[in-house]
Nanobody
Framework: QVQLVESGGGLVQAGGSLRLSCAAS????????MGWFRQSPGKEREFVAA????????YYSDSAKGRFTISRDNAKNTVYLQMNSLKPDDTAVYYC????????????????WGQGTRVTVSS
């Protein structure tokens, strides 16, 4: 398994941007599909975006499509989530996840999780 550490969260005004990073330890990062999920208080964890091991396939939730971009740099063992046009509804703890079963929109496809980074979008 890989160990994952997210960073880049913070407080931003509506309409602003943030870039989240997820650094992975281990030599096999390039084998893993990566995903971003988020959880708001009182809500279930939800899928945001995912990317295949090569970066050639990406999936987005409907709420993320057109505003967020997932990317990865296998040489740096890092996956990114660029978030633009942020809305108060994007306020959540964002989690990075890694899995070997292939790019997936569901959390059952991921075996390793980070501790999360908090994003707060003010109106």
């Amino acid at each position: 398994q890989v160990q994952l550490v997210e960073s880049g969260g913070g407080l931003v005004q509506a309409g602003g941007s943030l870039r989240l990073s997820c650094a992975a330890s281990g030599r096999s990062f390039s084998r893993y599909a990566m995903g971003w999920f988020r959880q708001s208080p009182g809500k279930e964890r939800e899928f945001v975006a995912a990317i295949s091991w090569s970066g050639g396939t990406t999936y987005y939730s409907d709420s993320a499509k057109g505003r967020f971009t997932i990317s990865r740099d296998n040489a740096k063992n890092t996956v990114y989530l660029q978030m633009n046009s942020l809305k108060p509804d994007d306020t959540a703890v964002y989690y990075c996840a890694a899995g070997l079963v292939g790019v997936s929109r569901t959390d059952v496809g991921y075996s390793s999780w980070g501790q999360g980074t908090r994003v707060t979008v003010s109106s």
